[in-house]
């Protein structure tokens, strides 16, 4: 069976869904078909590293170190050349890039040094929460110009090939959808460790427990969760809250959260997501932006219901009134009524909780996305003729 050499490309690998998503892309792949690499700019700022994580994997990090997420001339320019050189000596057979920056430079380069099979995830989308209207018009116009230098592009969600349709980005032909997955493997056992789990993190066995898990960082709207926090709090006497997750508003937080004490808790990175998601009782996700919001598979697959944002791919995650509650964004009253409203009714709740863990388990797991993504490539060398 003929072997093709595959180069990922993502800005940096920081704590976040693109970057899970494209390490398990490359840890997954199969070595009888597919030789796979990893470039990535470095890694810095406030949102933490999978780089340990990815090194311990046993794949290597290929080091491209003028590739940074802020747009900077110089730099970008430098990159590019970087990876024209590295994708020229290497000879791959396909690039995938992933997220704006990387995507942009990735594409150019690789059309620019002949790659065969170009591919690119943008892993949601930079329209809205991100940038001001300039720099958002800006990355818009690179996704339209790059778009044309990609064979195909990966979306999370059939919302996420239509948002960037309206915005006149690539071809309807060129989309696919392929969800980014989770590990499903830890969850059974978290689940079974509920009541435990509660304990060690010292809540009373009757706490009705509140919770978000991701980068503290202004477009996953955590700010909001706090002050519906501080609405619940004055319903709800048993209701308590959580937050874990490490980023630049950690300290914006720790303010804003000090007036309900112990009943507000920090808990920072944390390496047992599995085990915080199952010991919640609701799962909030106030995000501004979100290309599908993997961490709603994972209060899924523990089995929680979950109150999230009406944006971008979530309404196609959390189904409305059957595995969760949705909200529009920036709205911390409509959380906090969501909230209420599932502490209400028990048995809704559980059965929003199973209908969910239903829909995630095993429909959304790493392996199928990794099928999926590999179905993409075989498809594609298909078209080119390449494997003869």
Sequence with gaps: MKRFRIAHVITRLCKGGAQENTFHSVRLANRDRYEADLFSGPTFGDEGSIEDAVRAAGIEIVRVPHLVRRVAP????LALRELQRLFGMRRYDIVHTHTSKAGFLGRL????TG???VVHTPHGNIFDGYFNRWT???F??????AARYADRIIELTPGGIE???ERNIGRREQFEVVFSGIDLTPFDSARARRDETRRTLGFPADTFLVGAVGRLEPIKGFAYFVEAAHMVAERLPKAQFLVAGQGSLEQELRAISAPLGDRFRLLGPRSDVPAIMAALDVFVLASLNEGMGRVLLEAGAAGVASVASRVGGVPEIVEEGKTGLLVPPRDPKAIAG???????DDARRKAMGE????????GYGIERMQEKIESLYEALIKEKQLDT
């Excluded at 818009?140 to 110009?145: D, K, Q, S």
């Design 115 to 117: 790659v065969p099979i």
């Design 163 to 165: 948002a960037h349709l």
């Design 109 to 112: 380069a690789a059309r620019r």
């Design 136 to 138: 958002t018009r800006l």
């Design 140 to 145: 818009i116009g690179m996704e339209r110009y």
């Design 74 to 77: 110089i730099s970008d320019l």
């Design 338 to 344: 969501a909230i209420c409203a599932l502490a209400a």
């Design 355 to 362: 209908a969910a863990r239903a829909k995630i388990v095993p």
